[in-house]
């Protein structure tokens, strides 16, 4: 077990153990997304996977055009793809992943994208650095 999970784990009240794993996960997920080391892998880890996919179904379907695409991210996905859309540092050319096209439409579904940019006002925190 992770020293994260521990601490996550150790914080966390013993009553209702279904959605106190449940929270712990959400929230472990969050913190390691917080982490600059994960957080540039999970960016890097989602870029090449939808790249990857545009590529594969571009090769595979030759009429199709790219400009066609939209991407849905859910929860703390949508928070990442956020990133990868408005972030200088991910747009192409820049020093972050990039996606490689440029989805039409853009999707977020039980987001808490709103609550981290607002958190991010109040403390600085690395939303308002990369959009600042």
Known sequence: MSAQKRKVERASLASVPRVRSF????????????TPRWRSEILASVAEGLS????KFRENNPSWRPENVSVVGHSLGSVVLFELLSSPECAPGGAGPSL???PRNFVSLGSPTAY????????????NRRLG
């Open 100 to 102: 490689g096209f440029t």
């Open 116 to 127: 981290m940019l607002d958190a991010a006002e109040e403390d600085g925190d690395w939303l």
């Open 23 to 34: 929270v712990n996960e959400v929230v472990l997920d969050a913190l390691l997304y917080l």
């Open 52 to 55: 990857s996919t545009v590529r």
